[in-house]
């Protein structure tokens, strides 16, 4: 049975919190292109759920963590007769379903082996009001081919999970792919960097610090709700984009690919279809903090012990074709734009105005071919497990 919910979020207990970010959203004149933050919706070309392979790769990468901390939540809450499983930044297309397929049938076939029936599982998915749920509710069909018995039900929660979204101690399981890397606003005092959309290796350390500052506050207040809406002995899984550049942390290098959308960016204004004022007042709110930074974060916060803490190379490229050909080279910048703009889109749309999209995304594959050959990636997939104390 499938049932959708549109109802938004519980707001008890969380005043404090809900106030502060009230406030950042008034504050939000300043760079109100953030409102508009959601993946490309749809099933077109330059949509997301066309344009979302690297995410369905990462999820094969966390599969063995899903399981293992699936098996472990069960043993320890003695098997319950209805588990409640969220997504948060699900997005749309299919992939939210790839992941909580792994997370029902690894419940499923525990169940069987203890002979006994399988449990009921609510499966809630999260993202913003603006996230196209109809294309992710189009793929429930797919997500029942791919679980095995069971009683499943699906609903949509949306709503900023900067605030609380669940009732107190509801939830047994959390699953968050390439979501909480995006901040809640863009950090005061990055006035310094002109026509660069993010930290670069001119950048000033103070930009550094707010942007730091900025993940701490929110990834600090993601915990806090979170921890209220699980379970003692809960699990969470997070994978977001880090970074490996501990030494150095304003060194991003020169393919990263907000480095890219800053250089694509520079182009149009050289070519008199941007004014660089307009490039240099549009920041992104992301932050891709080191393990180190991740780990003092939940260790201060104290609600959650780490199970496990690791890190894989990250890369964006589509295609294991060889990048020595010009051929090849182009049509991997191809996909990585592609990749890009499925994600930022909506942002850049909101700032710039649609008629430079094209234009900004042939740029950005060009600069994609230049830097092909680059080995040296400063980016990583960062994957935390997590026990509610």
């Known amino acids: 049975m499938i049932v959708t919910n549109a109802n938004p979020s519980s ?3 969380c005043k404090n919190y809900d106030e502060e970010y009230s406030e950042d959203e008034r504050r939000t004149t300043k760079y109100p292109f953030v409102g508009a933050l959601c993946m490309s919706g749809g099933d077109v070309d330059n949509s997301y759920s066309t344009n979302s392979l690297l995410q369905k790769r990462v999820l094969s990468m966390t599969k063995p963590i899903l399981v293992k901390n699936t098996m472990e939540m069960l043993a320890k809450l003695d098997y319950p007769k209805c588990i ?27 169940s069987q082996e203890r002979k006994q029936n399988s449990p009921e599982i609510e499966c809630c998915l999260n993202d913003l009001h603006s996230n196209d749920f109809n294309t992710t509710f189009k793929f429930i069909t797919f997500f029942k081919k791919l679980t095995s018995g069971g009683s499943c039900f699906v609903s949509g929660v949306p709503g900023s999970f900067y605030s609380r979204l669940f009732p107190r101690n509801s939830l047994h399981f959390i699953n968050s792919i390439y979501s909480i890397h995006f901040l809640s606003k863009v950090p005061d005092g990055l006035e310094k960097n002109k026509m660069s959309v993010y930290i670069t290796s001119s950048s000033p350390l103070s930009e550094y610090k707010a942007y730091l500052h900025q993940f701490q506050r929110d990834f600090t207040t993601f915990l806090r709700m979170r921890s209220e809406e ?16 501990v030494d150095d942390p304003l060194y991003r290098d020169c393919c990263h690919f ?10 149009l204004v050289f070519e008199g279809l941007l004014s660089e004022s307009k490039v240099s007042s549009f920041k992104m709110p992301f932050y891709d903090p080191s393990k180190e930074e991740v780990k003092e974060i939940i260790r201060k916060e104290g609600s959650f ?12 490229g589509h295609s294991n074709e060889d ?17 890009i703009r499925a994600v930022t889109e909506t942002m850049l749309v909101a700032h710039f105005g649609d008629a430079i999209i094209d234009a900004l995304f042939r740029k950005y594959a060009h600069h994609v071919s230049l830097h092909a050959s680059c080995r040296v990636k400063t980016s990583l997939t960062l994957i935390v497990s997590l026990t509610r104390r």
């Open 84 to 110: 409640k499983i969220a997504d948060l930044g699900c997005s749309s297309g299919q992939n939210t379903f790839m992941a909580m397929s792994e997370i029902v049938n690894t419940i499923n076939a525990l």
């Open 230 to 245: 699980m379970v003692s002995y809960g699990r969470m899984v997070l994978t977001l984009i880090g970074r490996d550049t």
């Open 305 to 316: 012990q780490i199970n496990d803490l690791e890190t894989y190379e990250f890369d964006l």
């Open 258 to 267: 907000w480095t890219l959308l800053s250089d694509s960016l520079r182009d």
């Open 11 to 13: 707001r008890c207990c």
């Open 323 to 339: 990048r020595s050909l010009p051929s090849h080279r182009a049509k991997a910048g191809q996909k990585e734009a592609n990749c």
